[in-house]
């Protein structure tokens, strides 16, 4: 079974930034992809961010546009979403999610979640 815990949400202005962590146990990541995803009050879960966590392959949404990055510490098991230059409508949970061998950007489609951590952005 595998156990994901995020931290580092929280309160924000627009224009500021946070660093979001993600604390993987339970399983060995060798072959895993941790991705990052958000939902906002009355929206639908999205993708936003995903990396493999043996070579650190990068994949994003294109609404990132530069502003986050994702990487990960293989020797804490811990994943990371840094959020630059927020917005209002970044306003979200933002959930972790892992693959043991691929995540799919399609939240349905993936089995281990986090409990998720609150961001929210105000103008």
């Known amino acids: 079974q595998v156990q994901l815990v995020e931290s580092g949400g929280g309160l924000v202005q627009a224009g500021d930034s946070l660093r979001l962590s993600c604390v993987a146990s339970?399983?060995?990541?060798?072959?895993?992809?941790m991705g990052w995803f958000r939902q906002a009050p009355g929206k639908e879960r999205e993708f936003v961010a995903r990396i493999t966590w043996s070579g650190g392959r990068t994949d994003y949404a294109d609404f990132v546009k530069g502003r986050f990055t994702i990487s990960r510490d293989n020797a804490k098991n811990t994943g990371y979403l840094q959020l630059n230059s927020l917005k209002p409508e970044d306003t979200a949970r933002y959930y972790c999610?892992?693959?043991?061998?691929?995540?799919?950007?399609?939240?349905?489609?993936?089995?281990?979640w986090g409990q998720g951590t609150q961001v929210t952005v105000s103008s």
């Open positions: 339970g399983r060995t990541l060798a072959s895993a992809v």
């Open positions: 999610a892992l693959g043991l061998y691929a995540l799919s950007t399609v939240p349905a489609e993936n089995r281990y």
